[in-house]
């Protein structure tokens, strides 16, 4: 697995989140599927995270020419790919052992790094509930609604789904805020760029989006100003 670089971005005054860029997904799949139970549902799992980001990476989400079923199917879809990259920090996060942590250079790794160990005890107490509550809900929805969707062949049980997905979602998640707990080793490096960012945020949204372009830039990270307008948003 290929290194994690986490950036600890100020999305106010006194408010940090932790984002990490999301690389491209490599074109080349396994060739069999495991054989297991749960490798078979983690293969499937990791194969339409794939075909979603690299639909919405070709921009085939949206495609108002298309039939109803096929709008349904760019929406899932890029529910889908929204939903990766919200979680694609943690994600990373399983199997890793060094992590570099860069940061604004007026804060002592100290602070940092307690912040960080605060955000991934949440993140991981978050996940490991919501792992439980749509596992629940899965196990309903298959159990109790499997046998309708049996009797309409071609269509499927898209509740089941839904919570399907989402336990998967939450669980590795959960899991990668467990392994950034307890087995990563943290390393801090100071970025002056990311201290700038800490005045621009609290600008209107005409005058910030020009200013995080600029150091998203500097700092080469190609989706940080999307990050940015999101996290800033739901403050």
Known sequence: MSSVEVFVIPVGRQRYELYAEQPDAPKTTEEH?????????????????????ERQRAGLSHDPSKNLFGRMQDRAMAWVAERAAEHHLLWSLRGQTEVVASHPNDMPFEEVHALIRRTLQCDYDRHR????????????????????FLL?????????????????????????AAHGLHEVHWTGRPCPPLSELRAVVL???????????????????????TFVDRVVRVA
């Open 33 to 53: 599927p495991p054989t297991g139970f749960i490798g078979r549902i983690r293969y499937r799992f990791s194969a339409l995270v794939r075909t979603a980001e």
């Open 129 to 148: 509930r919501w792992t439980f509550i749509d596992g629940l809900l899965f196990v309903v929805t298959f159990l109790l609604l499997g046998p309708l």
């Open 152 to 176: 309409i062949p071609g269509i499927a049980n898209l509740p089941a789904l839904y919570f399907g997905f989402q336990t998967v979602s939450h669980f590795l998640a959960m899991r990668g």
């Open 203 to 225: 600008l209107n949204r005409t005058d910030r989006s020009s200013r995080v372009h600029d150091i998203a830039s500097r700092l080469r990270l190609a989706h940080l100003t």
